[in-house]
Every structure is written in C-alpha cells, then in structure tokens.
C-alpha cells in the first residue's frame, strides 16, 4: 500500500497513557493507516516523510476548555488562532462557562452580542440558530482546527429568558429543554454552565438538574464553572469553605441528572483558599468512587482570563452599567469592594481596555493603573468598568499559587488522576494575551514534566489527549491509532517549554517541530507553514 506520508523515527506516544514505542506511522487521506515496526519500516513508501529522530510523536493535544467558538465563524479566525496550532493544539471544544454562539435565537442577538462581547473578535451577522447551522456555516468558510461544540445553558437562557433574574416557568424550563434537546440532537458533546456569570449565577440546582438530564440523556457531558472557587465569595451564607460547597452543589446536581460532571478550570482563588485544595480534591475522590462519573480540568498558569464583571455582585449584574453611572450606585459597589482592595491593586492585570484611549494601561495591573490615574485601585477598576462598558477583559492571579513559585495547590490538582489538561483562554486579535494562549501544553511538558518530574511523560500526554477526547465524547481523536485522525504533535523532549509569561505573553513555544492536522501540516521544522490551510473539521458526539 502506498501511503501519502510516513513519520519515521520517532518514539509514539499514543495518548492512552501506555508506554511509549518505537514505531513509523503511515498516514493515508488524513488518517493514520498503519504503525509499522522498524524492522518492516523500510518497505513502507510515501511521497511525503517526516524524520522524527530523536522526537516524541503524539496525538494533537485537544482544549476540552476553549471560549474559541466566537472567534471561528469569521475569516481570518485561523491568523487569530494560529498560536494555538503553533503550541501543538489541533482540536478544541467551545462553548463553555455557560456561553456558546449556538442554538441561539435570532431576535436574542443583540442580548447575546453582549454576553459574548469580551469572547469575540467582532459582531456576527448570526447566520444560524441551530447547532447543525453553526456546523454548517464553519464546513462551508473552512477551519484552521477542528472544533467539537457545547451548547450553553446561559445563552439558551437568555434565549428563552432574557434579563429576567427569576426562576423559569415550567413552560419557559421546557422550552429550554427543547432547545438542548435539539442541540443534542445536532452533535453537540454536551451542556456548559457558568455559574460565576449571569445568568447562570441565578440559576437554581434544580433548573441546572433538569437541563443536565437532557444532555445526559443523548449521552452527553455537563460541564461546570463552578459557582464559587474562593473560600468565601457572595454565592453562599455558611462558614464551610465557599468553594466545597460549590463543587458538592454541581455534584448533587449531576447525581441527580445521572450526567458525567467536568468541573471547569479547578482553581483555588487567593492565597487563603489555597489550603483547601487538599479537602476539595478529596470530596471528588470520594464521589467519583460513591458512583459519580466526575472529573475536573486545570491549566499550568497562577493567573487566569476573565471578564471585568467577574467579581461584581450577582444583585448588580442585569443594571450594572446604570450603577456605575449613578453616584449611588458607584459609591455602594466602591463600598462593597473594599475588602478587594488588595487583590485587585496586587493581583488584577488589565488585558483589554476597550477604549483606545486607555489602551497605554492594558498589561499592567490595577495598583499600578491607580497610581497613573491618581486613584485608590477599587476606584480605577470601577473606572475601567465604566470606561469599557463593563466590556474590559483582565488576567486574575494568585490562582492556586504565585508567581514565586508556591504553586502546592495547583500541582496537587494537575498531578491529580481525574484531572485533564485545558487552555481557558480567550484570544482575539486586541488587547494584552493571555500566556496560555501561546504556551500551555510546551508549559506542562517542559517545565512541570522535564524539569520538576511531577508527571511522567506519558501521563501528561494522556491528560491533555486520550483522556480530553473521552471526557468530551470525541470518538476518532486523541490516540494514535489505526484509523483514527491524523493529528499529530510532534517534539523534541529536551527543549520543549513555554516562552510567554503574564507581562511577555506573545512568545512562541520551542521544541514543537511538527504539527499535522487531519495529515495536513501547518508547523513544519519548528516553522508556520499554515497559511492558507484549513484542514480542521467539525466534529459531532462520537
């Protein structure tokens, strides 16, 4: 048999977490036709080779956490997401934290443009309502990466709801449900909710329960920003750490929905929550083995992307730019803020300021805006608030450790055997990145595999590919393995690592040398050489 690419040399690893083997891949029509022993290697012909000598071959690394469904529909999305594909990432799934730009309605655009306004590039012309159509529309325009979809409970909540804070009629519940139903029923991989944001932040376990029980049903996945991840927060009223209570609701609610529970991003938020990762970790431990299917998901970073609103009470969210117009208002949220005051001077990074006359502040962190504007902190983050439209977008840190290097919690959850490995960045073309954007998986391989030894390699391959695809129901992905899709990542062991920090975050990796999407290349010999082509595909529930 004649393939139409042979990668020859290379050690494989093959996602599954097994050791790793000497052997060549053939690929053929965009999958992988055969692995060929070194002894049979040399009757195997192609006109296309790569040496991988002395490099590790693995599955492309899959983001089972991306916001990256609202940049996609347009253009010039694969210049905007090229980092991702520069890093080793072939595949990633949107429509998390409760917000995704399908199954919506059309005379819901308006509200949706500016739920989504800090995710997008710019405005769609919303061309489609159903799952299917947003499939439809990106085979037609053609995608850089290959994108599996999560229908979000918040935007089919605004759908249904609008601005309403109360609890859904039966009639407006089911009307949800039906929605979902037929996002299911498109090849969505599941539900998202974004507990942290409105209106998830309103929704009530048993709202989120019975919509979970849709997308279980069709055997999907219920996926979860959690309500709280800092031990105290404005969600709950009780002296138990907030944010064990947030990770029992969600695992209540997925007992009772019968739904596999991925909890997003598993962040341990401000140094006095740090402590608790022990207690958190050992809550899911004991459901999953009490019977939950639940695991969780991290990044490599003590520093994480979010919108300006993120900490704005849930009483002012559906107002809150009349607040901050309002003397009164600006005056109860100053007030409201200043136990934050601290956090938000010292661990707060503007990343987009909207205005361009405020452009000079972004990548600089709050105490340092306050001093150029001759503010107290709490008042220059209202500022910007206003300033933007509450549309600013900001890097949080101090999660799950520091820029010093005590980073207990997060290691303790990335080492974790239920947890996954994930972006969580929001990349578009303006403002200060996000570090991840450009750096997450080198991160992991290099710095926390190579140099700390707190995984094995194949470990970490596996949480970032065979163990993302079946958590998000990708059948074909993540492995190598016959038949299975040919997307590789392709790299050097020894000098694979991350470049981009939080104040230089647009370096791009080293050590990745290769990388094929559905067997077509995009980084050749540590080169882009992905202009032009759109090899991704749109991927259903397999």
């Not at 090849?187 to 974004?194: C, M, N, P, Y």
């Not at 029992?248 to 401000?270: K, T």
């Not at 809150?320 to 136990?339: I, T, V």
Request: charged share 20%; glycine share 10%; aromatic share 8%.
């Amino acid at each position: 048999m004649e393939y139409d690419l042979i990668v020859r040399g290379g050690e494989v690893v093959d996602g599954s977490g097994g050791p790793r083997i000497r052997a060549d891949l053939a690929i053929k029509d965009g999958r992988i036709a055969d692995l060929i022993e070194p002894a049979h290697a040399s009757g195997a012909q192609a006109p296309g080779e790569i040496d991988a000598a002395g490099l590790i071959v693995s599955p492309g690394f899959i983001d089972l956490h991306s916001h990256s469904d609202w940049v996609a529909p347009i253009a010039e999305h694969a210049a905007i997401l090229k980092p991702f594909l520069m890093q080793g990432v072939t595949t990633f799934v949107g429509g998390n934290c409760g917000f995704s730009v399908a199954p919506i309605r059309r005379e819901r655009s308006r509200m949706l443009d500016e739920s989504g306004q800090m995710l997008s590039e710019r405005k769609f012309d919303w061309t489609w309502q159903e799952v299917s159509e947003f499939g439809a529309h990106l085979k037609r325009q053609g995608l850089a990466l290959n994108v599996a979809h999560l229908a979000g409970h918040g935007s089919i909540r605004l759908c249904v709801m609008g601005a309403d804070a109360g609890e859904p009629s039966a009639d407006q519940l089911r009307e949800m449900q039906t929605m979902l139903e037929r996002a299911m029923a498109d090849g969505a991989v599941g539900l998202s909710t974004g507990l942290g944001y409105f209106p998830g932040m309103i929704a009530k376990p048993a709202e989120l329960a019975a919509m979970a029980r849709v997308a279980a049903a069709a055997g999907g996945v219920l996926t979860s920003h959690l309500r709280a991840y800092s031990t105290r927060s404005l969600f709950f009223q009780s002296d138990v750490h907030h944010n064990l209570l947030a990770v029992r609701e969600m695992i209540n609610v997925a007992r009772e929905a019968r739904a596999p529970l991925q909890i997003s991003h598993l962040i341990f938020v401000g140094r006095r929550t740090w402590p608790t990762a022990g207690e958190v970790l050992a809550e899911i431990e004991r459901s999953r083995n009490d019977g939950v299917d639940v695991a969780f998901d991290t990044f490599p970073y003590t520093c994480g992307n979010t919108t300006i609103r993120v900490i704005f009470p849930a009483w002012s969210q559906n107002r809150l730019e009349e607040l901050l117009d309002s003397a009164d208002g600006w005056a109860r949220l100053r007030d409201g803020f200043q136990p934050l005051r601290a956090f938000i001077a010292q661990g707060v990074q503007l990343m987009w300021a909207v205005k361009p006359e405020l452009a000079h502040f972004e990548g600089r962190f709050f105490g340092e805006i306050a001093d150029a504007m001759k503010l107290d902190p709490v008042e220059a983050y209202l500022t910007i608030a206003r300033e933007s439209g509450t549309r600013a977008r900001v890097l949080n840190h101090l999660y799950s450790g520091d820029d010093e290097g005590d980073e207990q919690a997060l290691r303790a959850a990335m080492s974790h055997r239920l947890n996954a490995f994930e972006m969580d960045t929001i990349l578009t073309s303006h403002g200060h990145h996000n570090p991840a954007s450009f750096g997450t998986y080198p991160r992991i391989l290099g710095y926390y595999v190579r140099e700390l030894g707190l995984l094995a390699l194949e470990e970490a391959i596996y949480k970032m590919t065979g163990m993302a695809a079946e958590r998000m129901r990708l059948g074909g992905r993540g492995l190598i393995r016959r038949g299975f899709a040919a997307d590789l990542c392709i790299f050097n062991p020894e000098t694979i690592g991350c470049a981009a920090d939080s104040r230089a975050p647009g370096r791009n990796p080293v050590g990745i040398e290769h990388v094929l999407v559905n067997g077509k290349s995009v980084v050749e010999k540590g080169k882009w050489i992905g202009d032009g082509v759109l090899a991704g595909q749109w991927l259903t529930r397999g």
